[in-house]
């Protein structure tokens, strides 16, 4: 299969502000495409199924994992959360650039199976910020809240083999950065060599 997409992994910890940015870019940005993760954790308020997640009981998904049907799965606090290489094979040879919202564990993996994914870690300012963005959102029990504060130290360490690091103080400062690491990308030279070719085949029979 010719694979013509890009695949974009943003990771970082709850709270460093990844879906706000992952929005933006998703406004900003024309031929991109969201890969929907399967799940097996329950839909918040505001989620729909196949939309933010493709929304599974917890046996569905493990008869999935038996048949190999996922890139990357992990088990994400209580629930399994896991990337199908259908949809992704689908959407790349489609041409279609896909953005991706995984942990370190889940990059990892991309990274083995689509060596050329670019890969990008949203860092908060502090851990002091995360903690109180955390509060803020409403949305997580004290007992969650200690557990996601313990996984983002362990996941901040992972930042050092991503491709580009983004450190979300000011949000639209954070946004430009990703936006620009995504636009270069599609100027590299292998990426356009096609167009290229197209423009000028006198230059290039
Ligand atoms: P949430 O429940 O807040 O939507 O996501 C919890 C965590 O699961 C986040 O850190 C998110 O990056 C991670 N996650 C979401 N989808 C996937 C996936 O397909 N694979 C992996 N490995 N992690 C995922």
């Not at 329950?42 to 933010?52: A, M, N, Y």
């Not at 489609?94 to 870690?121: C, K, P, W």
């Not at 400062?173 to 936006?179: F, K, L, M, S």
């Given at each position: 299969?010719?694979?013509?997409?890009?695949?974009?992994?943003?990771?970082?910890?709850?709270?460093?502000?990844?879906?706000?940015?992952?929005?933006a870019?998703?406004?900003?940005?024309?031929?991109?495409?969201?890969?929907?993760?399967?799940?097996?954790?329950?839909?918040?308020q505001?989620?729909?199924?196949?939309?933010?997640?493709?929304?599974?009981?917890?046996?569905?998904?493990?008869?999935?994992?038996?048949?190999?049907?996922?890139?990357?799965?992990?088990?994400?606090?209580?629930?399994?959360?896991?990337?199908?290489?259908?949809?992704?094979?689908?959407q790349?040879?489609?041409?279609?650039?896909?953005?991706?919202?995984?942990?370190?564990?889940?990059?990892?993996?991309?990274?083995?199976?689509?060596?050329?994914?670019?890969?990008?870690f949203?860092?908060?300012?502090?851990?002091?910020?995360?903690?109180?963005?955390?509060?803020?959102?409403?949305?997580?029990?004290?007992?969650?809240?200690?557990?996601?504060?313990?996984?983002?130290?362990?996941?901040?360490?992972?930042?050092?083999?991503?491709?580009?690091?983004?450190?979300?103080?000011?949000?639209?400062?954070?946004?430009?950065?990703?936006?620009?690491?995504?636009?270069?990308?599609r100027?590299?030279?292998?990426?356009?060599?096609?167009?290229?070719?197209?423009?000028?085949?006198?230059?290039?029979?």
């Amino acid at each position: 299969m010719t694979m013509t997409g890009r695949l974009f992994v943003i990771s970082g910890p709850s709270g460093a502000g990844k879906s706000t940015i992952i929005k933006a870019l998703r406004e900003r940005i024309g031929n991109l495409a969201y890969s929907i993760s399967h799940t097996t954790r329950k839909p918040r308020q505001d989620e729909s199924d196949g939309v933010h997640y493709h929304f599974m009981d917890k046996e569905t998904f493990e008869k999935m994992i038996v048949r190999d049907e996922f890139v990357e799965w992990a088990r994400v606090y209580d629930d399994l959360y896991g990337t199908s290489f259908s949809s992704l094979d689908r959407q790349l040879a489609s041409g279609v650039d896909i953005l991706m919202d995984i942990d370190g564990q889940g990059a990892g993996n991309i990274r083995e199976h689509y060596e050329d994914s670019v890969l990008i870690f949203i860092l908060p300012p502090s851990l002091e910020v995360l903690e109180r963005r955390l509060k803020e959102r409403g949305t997580d029990s004290a007992d969650i809240i200690r557990k996601r504060m313990a996984k983002a130290q362990k996941e901040i360490a992972q930042c050092t083999w991503y491709d580009y690091i983004i450190v979300n103080e000011d949000l639209a400062a954070a946004i430009n950065e990703a936006h620009a690491v995504m636009l270069s990308d599609r100027c590299r030279v292998f990426r356009r060599m096609g167009a290229v070719r197209r423009r000028f085949p006198d230059v290039f029979p």
